[in-house]
């Protein structure tokens, strides 16, 4: 394939990608594919001789289409929103034509530099602190991760090697291993899964802290299994405080942890990966109230600020910090800049060596929506999501399960575990829209996020209808056969 | 900005990437800015209102392209390639347009499908062992990482996880920590700086086995580092081998390390990131003969397999023994399939939890340049790289410093180091080519690496010139001023 059919084929590309987010709602959300449905599908092994576009195009549909859950469809409500617009789309297609691989300033300085640039935008649209940001020549920064999993890991490791030097220089009989073995990490027992495993990818314990009956983490349940732990003999270094959790979207209370972490020395992160976008707008700012006293905080304009994935924009107070826990030197990838103090590596920031030009999609997205036209799509999200709210509470058989903040509902019917498995498994087999649950405690509850970008008071009334109806034909004969609790 | 001004707006900006690469050949490779010349030519922080896509394109040659280095570009020389091709751009506007997170089965079950099968495809282009596909009921199997540090960093996690129940299975009385103090990885002297991250990464000790005359590590360099260290007490478990190494792209002795790395029941994973994309030539699958010795396996489609970075293809013998180094299973990511066996959910492959749909790049490129195209691309590079080795050989002043196997050149004029570096200098300032260095042993050296979809012979005709004329301009002064080695 040469340009001139690239033009013609990207064009149509371009159309069918058009067509495709105009027309999602037609096609179900969930697909009716059973395990190892592709295989048998197509050949056993790569063609000899090249196949036409037109081939390859016409497979889409016939292969690839009803094997896809339809994330950008508005019927889809299921974990959080997968971010897409058509800026970002577009700023995609430059990264790709581009190809650079910024792993290094030299590599391509724009990739570089734009990066730095865009995460100070976004650090200035949620206010954060002035030591977060690069600006001309602070301590601090922004870096694009993949995904909030690694900013995490990055966090934690950058953590392990600081307290590690620490601990050695004032005990310097430890062995980095003796020291290793008594290092602990911490998060809420409503932590992301994602902290629990990078403990486990950086070879230190972890420790579930318990929330409150809000779902929330507060200073003093903090507080003591700190003292324990010290009594113990053990290393607090590391705590992963939660902004929006995973099952509730509930929040660690930063003002009362931040003081805690600081005074006896432990990193704190925050992560905030679905909720951070939403402090983009001043009457959510006050949930990130407690920034200033973390090391490091994270969120994913890939999940709900119109940046496709990938993109998990990650700040720390002290670049020297993540630098000093991975710098390695080969001279391949020296170049004559980077002892001048003014020039960003991003590849000692970060797990992978290569990266793409992510900063494009930012800077498409933040300009062409402006801060007013992102805060309206949150604003839109918010709204869709008290509009679900309100029409669970008026409907007796149901509960709320916490505290609506942002654009998550858990719901359940007031009864069995067992009887909202059902419900749940009657809604995902009927395939009009799609969910899926959490545990909160023992409870097995329903979550019901606003996911698409062009979901509207129809799709939610029209998505609460269908759970209600389903609700009533389940309870119809439920009651014969089982005993509700 | 809706679907009807995407479609405008697609189609403009297809134009400019196919703009871009046509004509590429006419920017300078390299960028004449400086550190810090972004953020003057942007806001302070982004627009309140939103901006139009004229204004936002029209800065892509104000602000962007004046601080690209051009990958794609037929005079860059530099790293390895970056793989670029029309396919993969189409596949990857797909892929945006699709905009699914496949992290477990459900959440996409053809973004998984799709990619187990391409890896098969794959897999058997290079003819790898049965035991690396997944088939239809395999125990192996392939992924796509994102880069091979993420694939080295992945297969040392397993077979940390791995050993230590091992170790703790025959001597309960050891803890985990003491287990760690004494496990070590091993990889080349030449190996990439990845390794030694993986390492640092995961807290484990590793050491550099010497390199032979040849830069390759042979069996008996590993046995005698094995021998010392297991006298010492410690517990070998990883053994990194190169095909391919980064600086001159030598390739470790495999049929006589693999054996060794079974008997003492240490994980040997094969780094082959560039070299990998050469076994699908019949010619040059002898270098991966041994293979079958190994636990994974890796190399880079994004290198020089036409497939736009993101993709680095991973294939393991046992997928259970990834997965249960990292499996945790929240109840929002479980699933109705996923205890059947049949279902892969790659998100226990892997370090992030979000992943893209990159398979649809593989598929497209081996579909639409099928493997004689590819083979093809490989030959052409290997053509153009004997060419400019021959170049080299015929000027005296010159010399090749290791064994032209694949596309990358290290060649010196015979003379200091500084000389060496002058030469570079005097290259990389010219910004006509772009090229990098590297250290071989002492010496150091200039890689010319045939990196562009596009390069041709008259290219490397014009690349030899310029370097062999800055070379005379280099030599009539340096006799003044320098002593000579
Ligand atoms: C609170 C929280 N943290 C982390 C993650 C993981 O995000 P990623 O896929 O970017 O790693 C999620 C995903 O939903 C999340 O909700
Ligand atoms: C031998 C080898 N291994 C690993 C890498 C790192 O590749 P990636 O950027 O995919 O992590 C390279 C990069 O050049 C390499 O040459």
């Known amino acids: ?60 549909e016939k292969i690839i289409m009803p094997g896809v859950t339809h994330w950008h469809s508005p019927y889809f409500f299921a974990y959080f929103p997968a971010a897409s617009s058509f800026p970002a789309l577009l700023a995609d297609m430059l990264c790709g034509g581009i190809g650079c691989v910024g792993f290094s300033w030299a590599a391509s300085p724009a990739c570089t530099e734009l990066e730095t640039v865009m995460l100070d935008w976004l650090g200035k649209m949620v206010n954060l602190p002035e030591e977060f940001l690069a600006g001309k020549d602070g301590q601090g920064g922004g870096v694009i991760q993949g995904s909030a999993s690694e900013a995490t890991l990055i966090a934690l490791l950058a953590a392990r090697t600081k307290t ?59 507080k003591k299994v700190l003292d324990e732990d010290k009594a113990a003999g053990l290393i607090p270094f590391f705590f992963c405080a939660t902004l929006g959790t995973t099952s509730c979207c509930s929040f660690d209370k930063l003002l009362e942890l931040g003081p805690i972490c600081n005074k006896e020395n432990i ?101 062409m929506y402006g801060v007013k036209g992102l805060q309206e799509h949150i604003h839109k999200h918010i709204r869709l999501s008290r509009q679900f709210e ?46 899926v649950p959490c545990h909160l405690r023992e409870k097995f509850v329903l979550r019901f996020a606003i996911c698409s970008r062009t979901v509207e008071s129809t799709h939610i009334k029209f998505a609460w209808q269908h759970i209600s109806q389903l609700a009533t034909d389940l309870l119809k004969t439920w009651g014969q056969n089982h005993h509700q609790q």
């Open 1 to 60: 394939m040469d340009a001139a059919e690239f033009r013609k084929r990207g064009k149509e590309m371009v159309d069918y990608v058009a067509d495709y987010l105009e027309k999602i709602e037609k096609r179900q959300v969930f697909p009716d594919v059973e395990p190892g449905y592709l295989r048998p599908l197509i050949a056993d092994c790569a063609p000899q001789d090249p196949e036409s576009f037109e081939d390859v195009f016409k497979d889409i």
């Open 267 to 367: 990193w704190m992160h925050i992560d905030a990966a679905y909720a951070g976008s939403a402090f983009i707008c001043p009457e959510f700012r006050h949930l990130l109230n407690g920034v200033e006293f973390a090391d490091s905080f994270n969120f994913n304009p890939h999940k709900w600020l119109l940046v496709n994935f990938d993109c998990s924009a990650m700040w720390v107070k002290k670049r020297s910090d993540l630098i000093g826990a991975f710098k390695l030197e080969p001279l391949y990838l020296q170049h004559h800049h980077q002892e001048s103090g003014l020039v960003t590596d991003y590849r000692h920031w970060q797990i992978p060596l290569g990266r793409r030009f992510r900063s494009l999609k930012l800077w498409f997205v933040l300009r």
């Open 164 to 222: 590690i030097r620490q601990v050695q220089s004032e005990k310097p009989e430890l062995t980095e291993a003796e020291i290793m073995g008594r290092l602990v990490a911490y998060a809420s027992d409503q932590a992301h899964s994602s902290v629990e495993r990078a403990a486990l990818i950086g070879a230190v314990k972890i420790k579930s802290v318990p929330s409150d009956e809000t779902f929330s983490v507060c200073g003093s349940a903090l």
């Open 390 to 435: 309100h029409l669970v509470l008026q409907d007796e058989r149901f509960e709320i399960c916490a505290e609506v903040v942002l654009g998550l509902i858990c719901f359940r019917l007031k009864g069995s575990n067992e009887l909202n498995e059902a419900l749940l498994k009657s809604i995902n087999d009927a395939k009009k829209i799609h969910l």
